[in-house]
């Protein structure tokens, strides 16, 4: 069996944890219950109280804890499709989500906002890369990888529905950042060609971004970059429904602009091209500008539905959750008849 996402079955090391607050608060309680008199004679009082469901109850709430985490890892058997000799290029994602972001992507104030402009182009730009390595990069003020380099681009369209402005708390538009953190993503393989795209509105532009862009060129890496935005500017929303906006100090509206010539300047600095992402070609322009990089030969492994074992890591969960649920932490009825322990008198 493998794993789609090995490194979560850490979360496994959460059991013994879980299990051991359980078993001091146990011990607490029978501190406690001490305080009051013999647990022996006070036992009389809770006749109800039984000595082992709590323990059953744990251990069914464990087990099923450790199901779900062996089914956020994509456990896989069974058949597995040929590893494929494919031809193609890694592409790191940097993606602005900075608060600027939530700003219209066009003239119109009221219009569709940047983020979701960025998201839209994305996921168009994933449906032409074939058999190319995505990887996703998330950025404002500082940055943080979002999806490590992989083929998967199923798992790439979800982290890119999910996210938002609230992703990174530092605002700022630390490109640069951004551009040295794709560098370090890619694959070790020197062989296979590599690619950045960095999609944003370019507002309050932190850092080294041209020092970046220049070292990726120099190790033979593109950066291309699509400025999303309106020149004309735009005011960041804060609660569109009831047309509240960022404001200044002085209780005036912010207003955010594509910062287009920063934008040509990291791109040019790169050796890649720029793309205004208002466009309707946007998606084409840069699926062109990857296509003249050089193919590289991939390996892709596709796992066949009947491989995915996820779904029954998740059954035996619910499966335990609900009895868990129909177990109470009292004393069985009909078990009441029976004496399972004596105590021999000497």
Request: hydrophobic share 45%.
């Amino acid at each position: 069996m493998t794993f789609a996402y090995p490194y979560l079955l850490y979360l496994l090391l959460l059991i013994p944890v879980v299990f051991g607050l359980w078993f001091w608060s146990r011990l607490a309680r029978r501190a406690k219950i001490k305080r009051y008199g013999h647990p022996e004679q006070l036992a009389h009082l809770m006749p109800e109280a039984s000595k082992y469901m709590p323990a059953v109850k744990i251990t069914l709430e464990l087990l099923a804890l450790a199901a779900l985490i062996v089914a956020v890892a994509r456990p896989r058997a069974g058949e597995k499709e040929e590893v494929e000799n494919t031809s193609g290029i890694e592409v790191m994602i940097a993606f602005d989500v900075s608060r600027s972001m939530l700003a219209s992507a066009t003239d119109d104030p009221n219009g569709v906002s940047r983020l979701q402009r960025a998201k839209y182009i994305l996921n168009r730009l994933i449906d032409k890369l074939d058999h190319d390595k995505v990887g996703l990069i998330v950025f404002a003020g500082e940055a943080y990888t979002q999806l490590p380099i992989t083929t998967d681009f199923l798992s790439a369209r979800m982290y890119l529905d999910e996210i938002s402005t609230d992703m990174v708390s530092t605002q700022g538009t630390a490109i640069g950042t951004a551009i040295n953190m794709c560098l370090h993503s890619f694959s070790p393989d020197e062989e296979v060609n590599k690619a950045i795209i960095v999609i944003t509105d370019g507002e309050n532009h932190e850092g080294d971004a041209l020092e970046m862009a220049k070292l990726a060129k120099s190790q033979g890496i593109e950066v291309d970059v699509i400025g999303v935005g309106s020149l004309k500017g735009a005011p960041i929303p804060i609660d569109s429904r009831r047309g509240e906006y960022l404001k200044d100090n002085a209780g005036n509206p912010v207003t955010t602009y594509l910062n287009e010539n920063m934008a040509k300047e990291i791109a040019s600095a790169g050796g890649g091209i720029y793309i205004n992402g208002s466009g309707s070609k946007a998606v084409d322009q840069l699926v062109e500008s990857l296509d003249q990089i050089k193919k590289s030969d991939l390996q892709h492994v596709s796992y066949k539905a009947s491989a995915e074992q996820f779904p029954v890591f998740v059954w035996i969960a619910v499966i335990l959750l609900v009895i868990d649920a129909c177990v109470l932490p009292r004393k069985i009825g009909w078990l009441k008849k029976f004496t399972f322990f004596s105590r021999t008198e000497k």
